[in-house]
């Protein structure tokens, strides 16, 4: 019988994560203190976050010890199977061979846990009592609730206000594990209060609902932030992922020619792909693909520029491929993936031709979410459909070329909380969202002054 999944006993859960800092083929550029314009210390950082994860958001270290209680928590769902599709391949008739790297099996059901758990336990050697976080789809917001209840500390979390409508489970998630959720914008913060002022119909967005957890951390006692994706330790800790991934496909007798996964702010495409990132910068011919969505085009159409993590502008400038701070996407279902930047990493690593983007339009990842739930079973989250879509358009390539290129999708997440997106799909509600130019250069005009990187590259709108 053909072998289905490669299991890994807990005997091989990678026991460090892989720091991509120390291989990256150009030094990456500072982020800047958006007072002086000088580049930020680690004193600059600390009201926000722990002393212990500031120095490793820097560490030029190669390998980082995971610490045995981490990995405690970590056995709870790692680690994760790996999965060949063969029915999406019978299906797609490709000669290519899928495999998925499952992270759907953390019991909030995506890979955030990797990082939630890392960043609870950092704050809490740290003597933090309290974090705070915004979420998108709520996917990030659960996990960090999870986290934070296992290392017994309080969680608040602000929620995009149109994901928190369109996912009230997630926020019941959240609660069942303790946290607390209010929809963003909220009354309950400075930054709230004045994007209500402006417009009280917002649906809110990720940009706005950091300004709020900022904002209360930086204003609360033994309070910390704790942010889901973008920065240099997130991706670092979800690369248990990627380590996982390469000791599996050896398993298999296979090394992946493409890597795919969806981006939002990064970390899970990160997480699978920089481990074999650093294969490729030593010499490995692999494509690695980040795929966001055609109505949040941060990677395909936005520049390289320095921009603000946040709306309200409370975050240090940093280095990345942006919309603007002021850009707020479309009300797509793939709420995690509604961010107007990218994990400077992943932004750098795009400038130096080590990986690539592409954006889907909703509908088509939808329709690749449901051959996927009808061949392999899984349902995945709207944000994991944008990577699912693009491995049915590497696939139909292969068959076209004739070419047993071997896929490795990075599955981030079920969508059995997300059935309200699914439903509006199949009773035909929902649509693209097309991106006028004006859009853009009006959100990039409020981007125009700030200092530039050395490498910056204009938008290609
Ligand atoms: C299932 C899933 N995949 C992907 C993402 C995108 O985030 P990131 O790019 O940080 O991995 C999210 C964010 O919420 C998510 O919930």
Same mark, same amino acid.
Request: aromatic share 8%; net charge neutral; hydrophobic share 40%.
């Given at each position: 019988?053909?072998?289905?999944?490669?299991?890994?006993?807990?005997?091989?859960?990678?026991?460090?994560?892989?720091?991509?800092?120390?291989?990256?083929?150009?030094?990456?550029?500072?982020?800047?203190?958006?007072?002086?314009?000088?580049?930020?210390?680690?004193?600059?950082?600390?009201?926000?976050?722990?002393?212990?994860?500031?120095?490793?958001?820097?560490?030029?270290?190669?390998?980082?010890?995971?610490?045995?209680?981490?990995?405690?928590?970590?056995?709870?769902?790692?680690?994760?199977?790996?999965?060949?599709?063969?029915?999406?391949?019978?299906?797609?008739?490709?000669?290519?061979?899928?495999?998925?790297?499952? *992270?759907? &099996?953390?019991? @909030?059901? /995506?890979?955030?846990?990797?990082?939630?758990?890392?960043?609870?336990?950092? !704050?809490? +050697?740290?003597?933090?009592?309290?974090?705070?976080?915004?979420?998108?789809?709520?996917?990030?917001?659960?996990?960090?609730?999870?986290?934070?209840?296992?290392?017994?500390?309080?969680?608040?979390?602000?929620?995009?206000?149109?994901?928190?409508?369109?996912?009230?489970?997630?926020?019941?998630?959240?609660?069942?594990?303790?946290?607390?959720?209010?929809?963003?914008?909220?009354?309950?913060?400075?930054?709230?209060?004045?994007?209500?002022?402006?417009?009280?119909?917002?649906?809110?967005?990720?940009?706005?609902?950091?300004? *709020?957890? &900022?904002?209360? @951390?930086? /204003?609360?006692?033994?309070?910390?932030?704790?942010?889901?994706?973008?920065? !240099?330790? +997130?991706?670092?800790?979800?690369?248990?992922?990627?380590?996982?991934?390469?000791?599996?496909?050896?398993?298999?007798?296979?090394?992946?020619?493409?890597?795919?996964?969806?981006?939002?702010?990064?970390?899970?495409?990160?997480?699978?792909?920089?481990?074999?990132?650093?294969?490729?910068?030593?010499?490995?011919?692999?494509?690695?693909?980040?795929?966001?969505?055609?109505?949040?085009?941060?990677?395909?159409?936005?520049?390289?520029?320095?921009?603000?993590?946040?709306?309200?502008?409370?975050?240090?400038?940093?280095?990345?491929?942006?919309?603007?701070?002021?850009?707020?996407?479309?009300?797509?279902?793939?709420?995690?993936?509604?961010?107007?930047?990218?994990?400077?990493?992943?932004?750098?690593?795009?400038?130096?031709?080590?990986?690539?983007?592409?954006?889907?339009?909703?509908?088509?990842?939808?329709?690749?979410?449901?051959?996927?739930?009808?061949?392999?079973?899984?349902?995945?989250?709207?944000?994991?459909?944008?990577?699912?879509?693009?491995?049915?358009?590497?696939?139909?390539?292969?068959?076209?070329?004739?070419?047993?290129?071997?896929?490795?999708?990075?599955?981030?997440?079920?969508?059995?909380?997300?059935?309200?997106?699914?439903?509006?799909?199949?009773?035909?509600?929902?649509?693209?969202?097309?991106?006028?130019?004006?859009?853009?250069?009006?959100?990039?005009?409020?981007?125009?002054?700030?200092?530039?990187?050395?490498?910056?590259?204009?938008?290609?709108?």
């Amino acid at each position: 019988m053909e072998v289905k999944k490669i299991f890994l006993p807990e005997s091989e859960l990678p026991r460090q994560w892989y720091n991509i800092l120390a291989d990256m083929p150009t030094p990456m550029e500072p982020p800047l203190h958006p007072g002086t314009g000088k580049p930020v210390g680690p004193e600059d950082l600390a009201p926000i976050f722990p002393m212990n994860l500031i120095e490793q958001e820097v560490s030029p270290q190669r390998f980082i010890d995971i610490p045995e209680d981490i990995l405690k928590v970590y056995t709870i769902w790692r680690p994760t199977p790996m999965y060949r599709a063969y029915n999406l391949e019978k299906y797609l008739k490709t000669p290519a061979k899928i495999y998925f790297k499952n *992270e759907g &099996v953390s019991p @909030a059901g /995506s890979h955030k846990p990797n990082t939630a758990v890392a960043q609870a336990y950092f !704050n809490k +050697v740290a003597g933090t009592k309290k974090i705070t976080t915004e979420t998108g789809a709520g996917q990030w917001g659960s996990a960090l609730s999870m986290a934070c209840a296992f290392f017994g500390l309080e969680c608040k979390v602000y929620m995009v206000k149109i994901s928190f409508n369109q996912k009230p489970y997630r926020r019941l998630m959240m609660e069942t594990w303790g946290a607390n959720c209010v929809a963003s914008p909220s009354t309950e913060t400075k930054a709230g209060r004045s994007i209500l002022a402006q417009n009280p119909d917002s649906p809110g967005s990720l940009g706005i609902a950091i300004s *709020e957890a &900022v904002e209360a @951390a930086v /204003s609360g006692e033994n309070t910390k932030y704790s942010l889901g994706s973008v920065l !240099n330790h +997130v991706m670092l800790h979800q690369t248990v992922n990627g380590l996982e991934c390469q000791k599996q496909m050896a398993i298999a007798g296979d090394y992946p020619d493409v890597i795919i996964g969806c981006a939002g702010g990064g970390s899970n495409f990160a997480g699978c792909s920089f481990p074999f990132a650093r294969d490729k910068i030593n010499g490995k011919d692999i494509d690695i693909i980040a795929v966001e969505p055609a109505s949040c085009p941060t990677m395909t159409r936005g520049p390289f520029a320095y921009d603000f993590g946040d709306t309200v502008q409370m975050t240090p400038l940093i280095p990345m491929h942006t919309l603007g701070h002021s850009f707020v996407p479309a009300p797509i279902h793939a709420g995690g993936l509604r961010y107007h930047g990218m994990a400077p990493t992943v932004s750098q690593l795009i400038l130096d031709g080590v990986i690539r983007a592409e954006a889907i339009p909703q509908l088509e990842t939808f329709q690749a979410g449901i051959t996927f739930a009808r061949t392999e079973g899984f349902i995945s989250a709207p944000e994991t459909n944008h990577a699912v879509a693009m491995v049915i358009r590497e696939a139909a390539k292969a068959r076209e070329e004739g070419k047993e290129k071997v896929i490795l999708l990075n599955w981030s997440g079920h969508g059995l909380v997300d059935m309200a997106a699914y439903e509006a799909y199949l009773r035909g509600k929902l649509s693209d969202h097309a991106l006028p130019e004006e859009e853009i250069s009006r959100a990039l005009n409020d981007i125009a002054n700030l200092p530039k990187p050395k490498q910056y590259r204009a938008a290609k709108i």
